[in-house]
């Protein structure tokens, strides 16, 4: 075999392999759910408890991804759980926006979703959303459940 | 008795040989790692060399790593559906055959064929080369064997082995998605959804990649040193090649392990 094909072979080869490469980050892998610009504003919210949350895990609003989770800290000033919300810049909220820690599914990941209000001003960016509603602990709902079979029983 | 008595000594002595005898090859590995990157630099100016060797060790195990990934790709697709199916969550089967081939099946099992396939050819084309002189032959016109023969070689194992195990993973997803989407007719959004949402491209893909890597460079180097250090017999050839297949299928199980367990512990 000449030295020509030889190397056009071992070219295919790599190409191939590079595609690959390429289609496992796309294809398989979230890397096209990152959005590639760094247009970006934050907005912080406190939850009591944020349950499995994250760091990039998806902030959603009407089911369709507007940001992702940047950062998660415990504020020990208030004891709540501080997580710093990355959306797109193509999306504003207005200020009175419900933020709740749901899950997707009944085992699935945990996400934030913004519902918004009808105020007419937006949150700017570096606001912190005042209206949030923190994760559903299982546990704490059972509790809740038998507490009130236990009171209805009483009656 | 006196057999017994005349055992222990001689049992303590082979151990102790056996194991002066480890570290000494292991010490001779490290040189010749160090010998082979120092000689780097020519085999680089000289790309050619090291495109033919990309061919003779990518180039011909493309087709055993196509046909292993499609049908460990069949084979996660069945057995991942009938477990997953117990716990009606069959949709995730996606996400399992996509995690499984890129975190460990695709660096793993590409590496063990590899090992077979391109790692016996080039322990047993330098022991050859070595058992006909060739390598003095060299020597003697004043080329350096270890940058003409080694280094090219070398660095054409560790180009391939990323780019084998990224093609092994996808025909792996797709031999999945063949038995999973078109035969048992799992829903074909959500199984490519699923597999989105839950593979990450640092945290698995990238990791993968890296994991490659490392395997890439161990087989290549223990495949080159095995025939570089054979004894140049045809026997010793025989032996070397045998060796190259079981030291770096073992490295290969082992370091597996050691990167798992950083990769998980979140470095």
Known sequence: ?155 | MNSVVKAIPDGLQALGSWAVNSVWRLGLVSRFLWVTLIHSGTSFRRFGLITREIYFVGVYSLIIIIVSGLFVGFVLGLQGYNTLQKYASEQALGLLVALSLVRELGPVVTALLFAGRAGTAITAEIGLMKATEQLSAMEMMAVDPIARVVAPRFWAGVISMPLLAAIFSIVGVFGGYIVGVVLIGVDEGAFWAQMQAGVDVFDDVLNGVVKSLVFGVTVTLIALFEGYDCNPTAEGVSRATTRTVVISSLAVLALDFVLTSFMLGGW
């Open chain 1, 1 to 155: 075999m000449g030295s020509k094909t030889l190397d056009l072979c071992a070219g295919v080869f790599v190409f191939a392999g590079i595609v690959a490469l390429f289609m496992l980050a796309f294809k398989v892998g979230n890397l096209s759910s990152f959005s590639l610009s760094s247009d970006n504003y934050v907005l912080y919210a406190n939850f009591e408890n944020i349950g499995g949350l994250k760091v990039r895990a998806p902030v959603k609003s009407a089911g369709v991804v507007v940001g992702r989770i940047a950062e998660i800290r415990f504020d020990n000033k208030e004891y709540v759980a501080r997580v710093t919300l990355s959306l797109d810049n193509r999306y504003q909220f207005p200020k009175d926006t419900f933020a709740s820690v749901l899950t997707s599914g009944l085992l699935g990941e945990q996400y934030v979703g913004l519902d918004a209000g009808g105020d007419s001003e937006f949150l700017q960016a570096g606001e912190t959303i005042k209206k949030t509603q923190s994760a559903v602990v299982l546990e704490k709902l059972i509790g809740q459940f038998l507490f009130n079979q236990a009171e209805g029983d009483k009656k």
